[in-house]
């Protein structure tokens, strides 16, 4: 397994890029931690629970190459997916 930074660094020397798409669920998920509330009001609004809200935000900040799911809402709004 390659750490998250080697992964990024790897990706940024060679220069490639693979896109990343996020599923519609996926977005879903940025927008309602986008609007400020906890995991747990999150998950209710998505009917997941907690635990499983937590490890797709996890699976999600893994696959953008992000540390934090702040992040992973900044990268969506920034690219007007949320």
Same mark, same amino acid.
């Given at each position: 397994? /390659?750490? @998250?930074? %080697? $992964?990024? #660094?790897?990706?940024? !020397?060679?220069?490639?890029?693979?896109? /990343?798409? @996020?599923?519609?669920?996926?977005?879903? @998920? @940025?927008?309602?931690?986008?609007?400020?509330?906890?995991?747990?009001? %999150?998950?209710?609004? !998505?009917?997941?629970?907690? $635990?499983?809200?937590?490890?797709? *935000? #996890?699976? *999600?900040?893994?696959? !953008?190459? +992000?540390?934090?799911? *702040?992040?992973? +809402?900044?990268?969506? %709004? #920034?690219?007007? !997916? *949320?």
């Amino acid at each position: 397994m /390659v750490p @998250l930074q %080697a $992964r990024s #660094r790897e990706n940024t !020397l060679n220069g490639a890029y693979t896109p /990343v798409e @996020l599923s519609h669920e996926e977005l879903e @998920l @940025l927008a309602e931690i986008a609007t400020g509330v906890t995991t747990e009001v %999150a998950a209710r609004h !998505l009917e997941l629970s907690a $635990r499983t809200l937590r490890r797709r *935000i #996890r699976n *999600i900040c893994d696959v !953008l190459g +992000v540390n934090t799911p *702040i992040e992973a +809402v900044v990268w969506a %709004a #920034r690219r007007q !997916l *949320i």
